[in-house]
DNA sequence: CAACTATTCAATAATTTTATTGAATAGTTG
DNA sequence: CAACTATTCAATAAAATTATTGAATAGTTG
């Protein structure tokens, strides 16, 4: 009897140290945070991250015997998407541990925003407020493909690279706010760096669109 | 720049798999499990957990190096506790995708409740809902201790090795809901076993005392 | 069906993780 | 302060994880 519980414990918290396994892995961390903007390929996670193709279609074979990602295949391409939502929570739970608790994380985001004067961020909440009262421009500064599957209704896309040829279409009288990715994405860094540089008000949203998504926030697609 | 971005990035997801590896182990889980009941010694732990003392010390070593425990010294004892609920929490949310998600889980849960007549457990909505109307008794079968620094309201504490002996001082009129520390408690279990075998009605409670704490609802303590 | 493309597989070496053992340490108690 | 207790440390061997390389595979296209 005590030898059967202990026989179930084992195997209970094994399958699942073996699943969080599967997350416990830069690599596969960043893949899992990309895949919160919807399917991808192989080649477009390996570019993204930096990886080689192997690397990755290994790393995303761990996903997928761990049943966190799904694949639908379409031509020569096979695009990996996250398995379900609640994989995307568990990662926005265990991030934000992480954000709040580790004084090495906070330091390191810290530095990186203080030279991108990207440090008075601001979070979902309070561009809601402001969005109401202000005149505020917010900036969706990612690839036009995740801007399709979704964005935050009135936002206005625009890449990095597309930014500087568009300054002067923007006015100084209004506030921007960049959003991008997540936390760890820094488009909104960069775009926001050249806004202010160039005289712009301009500040960071600290969450990406994901999260505005599974706030439950209305969103458009085009 | 682009290699900053990808120094920063590269820095992000290492510190956050660190904290996760501390998390993915089925020991450190099932250590974690087990402090979500307040504090224990070193002893304690590696008793509930049949592991060796060294065993769990250094367990507890990679769990505290990851800052997901703190300790406090009381004469020779060492006693752990979480660092902070966020831990517990983001647990829960792991555990959850695991239970929902994983077939082999599903199965293990299931094949183990069938054999202890566990299957038809009720979840804490259900179980608020019936002590509205119903007459129902809700046993506590955790040690002594976990009741006394928090327990669910007109709950009563029985242990299973004290079950038998006050079997009949038990209603055959009554309906009784037995709960422990968690989904992978097995206290309740063997409680409900008991009960159900001697021509008692008996349920299990699917979660355990913390997910009632974390929920917000009112609890008591002594 | 041959050439091509995107992805996966297999083999390898380097690194990390784990449980076990027994010794060392910090702190308490008589 | 000597004996004792709970915990940690250190050393080890076995097992697992990781990135790299180049070959193999599945599927598409001309």
Known sequence: MELEKRIFKDKAYFLLAKMI???AN?????????LGQGEKSVEEIAGETDMSIAN?????????????VEIRRAGNY???????????????????L?????AEMEKLVKDF???????EALNIDELLSRMKSKNIVVLDIRPAVEFKNGHIPGSINITVKELPAKLKKLSKNKEYVAYCRGPF??????AVNILVKKG???KRLIEGFPEWKIKGLPFETI
């Open 200 to 202: 712009f008000k301009a």
């Open 56 to 68: 990755t279609s290994q790393h995303l074979q761990v996903l997928k015997a761990a049943n966190l």
């Open 185 to 190: 994405c820094v488009f909104a860094d960069e």
């Open 98 to 102: 992480g954000l709040e608790r580790m």
């Open 26 to 34: 830069p690599r596969r961390l960043e893949i899992i945070d990309l």
């Open 113 to 119: 925003r203080e030279k991108r004067n990207t440090l």
């Open 78 to 96: 096979i695009h990996y998407r996250l398995a379900h939502e609640g994989i995307y929570k568990s990662w926005q739970a265990l991030r934000e």
């Open 21 to 23: 396994k599967a997350m």
